[in-house]
């Protein structure tokens, strides 16, 4: 009776972690934005990985121990270059464009996933997956709407950030057969920190100590939201939490509406509610096909 019910609360415990995740990865958005462009992009994006640096100390023996090759080494080494680029872009767009079109456009990466495993991984990319590449792209095109206004710099940043974070996934991907998850994460805090710092120098100014503070909570929710999200991985299939996850959208449309005035956009919107459907869909058909997961949920490919 007991082994029963435990089973069935599962799924249940997958959408309260992934509830939980979602809450972290928008706290994350808000701070950032409340920072906004008081710090340069590279300036923030580098004290928000040297000060969490300090919540790696668990993974520490791991890394020590994972006995790296070269190849693992390169690797991890390009993986903090790619990873650097989506950061900094990530960082620039927040200051240039709504919450909500930062949030919408940061759903591309798991489609540019599904196009990466195809052309790199040898995965098979049938009909129904080109299809919904297709629709996925079609909705970036409607939150872009090119030829009916202006595209600010903020929606040129989102396309590199999502290409950047699909590039450091797949990466993470191909290492994740050979290491932890716990190397994983410590190697990418290590040389993305590393990689935004020569960048960080160039345009540093001195934060002041609520600066720094914020920066630190960014730290800390972000490494809590990933924690957290593999928790409810855990605890239920993907195909059941994927969908909460999408649920950051009408978050980040409510707190910009709320917290930061942003009037809310229906093409925002619309074309970020079919960049889901399309990633939901391609979730969905990896799950019934049983086949290793490639395309990642939306928090995989976050800062």
């Not at 121990?65 to 990873?83: C, M």
């Not at 925002?268 to 459907?277: C, S, Y």
Request: charged content about 10%; hydrophobic content about 55%; proline content about 5%.
């Amino acid at each position: 009776m007991t082994d029963a019910t435990t089973t069935s609360q599962r799924p249940l415990k997958g959408i309260l972690w992934m509830l939980v995740t979602g809450g972290c990865f928008v706290a994350v958005t808000a701070i950032v934005k409340h920072v906004g462009s008081e710090i340069p992009a590279a300036q923030a994006a580098f004290l928000r990985y040297a000060l969490g640096l300090v919540f790696l100390v668990p993974m520490i023996r791991p890394m020590l121990q994972a006995g790296l090759t070269r190849r693992g080494l390169s690797l991890f080494g390009l993986r903090g270059v790619v990873h650097t680029g989506g950061v900094i872009c990530w960082f620039y767009a927040m200051t240039q464009i709504t919450i909500a079109e930062v949030t919408a456009m940061n759903y591309l990466a798991p489609v540019y996933v599904t196009l990466g495993a195809a052309f790199f991984l040898g995965e098979r990319l049938a009909l129904r997956r080109i299809t919904a590449v297709a629709a996925a792209l079609l909705g970036a095109v409607i939150i872009l709407r090119p030829g009916f206004r202006e595209l600010s710099p903020g929606h040129i940043a989102m396309l590199f950030t999502a290409l950047f974070f699909a590039a450091s996934y797949l990466i993470a991907k191909r290492m994740s057969d050979t290491v932890s998850a716990a190397v994983i994460v410590g190697m990418l805090s290590i040389t993305v920190t590393i990689g935004l710092a020569p960048f960080a120098a160039v345009v540093w100014v001195t934060p002041t100590i609520d600066q720094l503070g914020w920066l630190l909570l960014v730290a800390a929710f972000a490494t809590a939201g990933h924690y957290t999200m593999t928790l409810a991985f855990a605890a239920a299939p993907v195909t059941v939490t994927q969908p909460v996850a999408f649920l950051q959208l009408v978050w980040a449309v409510l707190l910009g509406t709320v917290v930061f005035g942003e009037p809310p956009d229906e093409w925002v919107m619309l074309g970020g509610a079919i960049i889901i459907a399309a990633v939901s869909f391609i979730s969905w058909r990896e799950a019934v096909a049983k086949r290793r997961q490639i395309t990642p949920t939306a928090p995989e490919t976050k800062v």
